[in-house]
């Protein structure tokens, strides 16, 4: 690349009007004012995490206050979160913005890690009695459903579903549960059926023992023969058959966004260590060259893009695979988590590789168009080329210095 300096030329273009351009002091208010922003708003999102937590928490105690209170608290923490990001990673890339972009990072993995874990918080009992007859294992229908069940697969298609996530009769001995070993009747869903995650697809509800199949002398079926009055004990042998759809266990998701949690925190000190303005390259790191602004942006972006993405590479692994028992489906999901980054990245090869020739040459001939950039010098000033120190760059001229 040849760097052609033209001091008697005007530049290329037209130059803005100065109505058009934008003053620098209101450049700088409105930075400023941003960053103000960027240093409460982590406050406030922690404020409403916490009320989230203690919303479902609250279950336990009997005193949950009204369910829209929860739908708006979630929908003005993710409404925050949305604002956060596209403040933190819009706009110029100064170094104030670069290091709210860590706190971002963190504060989303630790956010978004909470919410994961908020069904183990709400005690399903106590929701059954809070909300009277509603089922514990039977939310509110949807796209996306969390249940505790079983996937009922087709007795020509049983090797398309994972064996961990089938309904105990298509299971093998050795993939069934605590109570693989007993009979029907007397097997016990807390023991024998997980939480699944549902995308699509149909729910059944059903019980376990049911009354047509149970022996009058099992104590399951002596009180539903009695008639089931209560509403614990009705949780406790109520699941759900999926039909249909994608269903993984819920495990699944966790773990792999655990495993993404633990790449995304290898990388971020990195992008610390490498933009930090002290920051020095030395033979044992070839390979770690300082990074700008705009670079520690976009290296942050896609870290917290492979984290988002980790649980639906986990979706997909899970149904390539198909696990046939619990430590191989939690190392895959563990495992998928964590090499999230070169698997996006070796599917984002593959595109490029795959991409019209067409579309390679327009960019390529975008990329060729003249810029105009700052050259500068030995002593460290601007080449006085223009009248603001600025000369044009062609990219497309690559011939050789002379001599």
């Not at 913005?97 to 918080?121: D, K, M, Q």
């Not at 069940?149 to 299971?171: F, H, L, Q, T």
């Not at 590789?353 to 500068?376: D, F, L």
Request: hydrophobic share 45%.
């Amino acid at each position: 690349m040849a760097i052609v300096s033209s001091p008697n030329e005007p530049p290329q273009g037209d130059p803005a009007p100065a109505a058009d351009r934008q003053p620098a002091s209101d450049t700088a208010e409105a930075d400023s004012a941003a960053l103000r922003f960027l240093r409460w708003i982590p406050w406030v999102l922690l404020v409403l995490l916490l009320a989230l937590v203690a919303l479902v928490g609250g279950v336990t105690t009997e005193k949950a206050p009204w369910p829209i209170a929860r739908f708006v608290v979630f929908t003005l923490l993710l409404a925050g979160m949305a604002l956060w990001f596209m403040v933190c990673f819009t706009g110029p890339a100064t170094e104030g913005r670069e290091h709210h972009s860590f706190v971002f990072a963190y504060g989303f993995t630790f956010g978004a890690f909470a919410l994961l874990i908020l069904p183990f918080i709400a005690d399903t009992d106590a929701i059954v009695r809070y909300n009277g007859t509603t089922p514990a294992v039977w939310p509110r229908a949807g796209a996306i459903q969390l249940v505790r069940g079983c996937v009922v697969v087709d007795d020509g298609n049983v090797g398309a579903i994972s064996s961990v996530a089938r309904c105990p009769e298509y299971k093998t001995p050795s993939t069934k549960g605590a109570d693989g070993d007993r009979t029907w009747q007397g097997r016990e869903v807390d023991r024998e059926y997980g939480w699944l995650v549902a995308i699509g697809g149909t729910t059944q509800r059903r019980l376990v023992p049911e009354f047509k199949d149970c022996d009058s002398a099992a104590p399951p079926c002596a009180k539903l023969a009695q008639g089931v009055t209560d509403a614990n004990d009705r949780a406790h042998r109520e699941y759900a058959e999926i039909h249909g759809g994608l269903a993984v266990p819920l495990f699944v998701v966790v773990l792999a966004y655990i495993g993404g949690a633990v790449s995304l925190s290898r990388r971020i000190p990195e992008y610390q260590r490498r933009s930090d303005v002290g920051y020095v390259k030395d033979k044992l790191r070839v390979n770690e060259p300082p990074m700008l602004e705009f670079e520690t942006r976009e290296s942050v972006v896609f870290q917290i893009m492979q984290l988002v993405s980790a649980p639906f590479l986990a979706l997909a692994s899970w149904y390539i695979v198909t696990p046939a028992t619990l430590a191989s489906g939690a190392v895959l999901a563990f495992g998928t988590g964590f090499f999230s980054e070169p698997i996006l990245l070796m599917i984002r090869g593959l595109v490029e590789g795959i991409r019209p020739a067409a579309t390679r040459t327009a960019v390529q001939g975008a990329a060729a168009k003249p810029v105009t950039g700052q050259t500068p010098q030995d002593d460290g000033h601007a080449d006085a080329g223009n009248a603001d120190g600025k000369a044009p760059i062609r990219l497309d001229d690559a011939s050789p210095p002379a001599g």
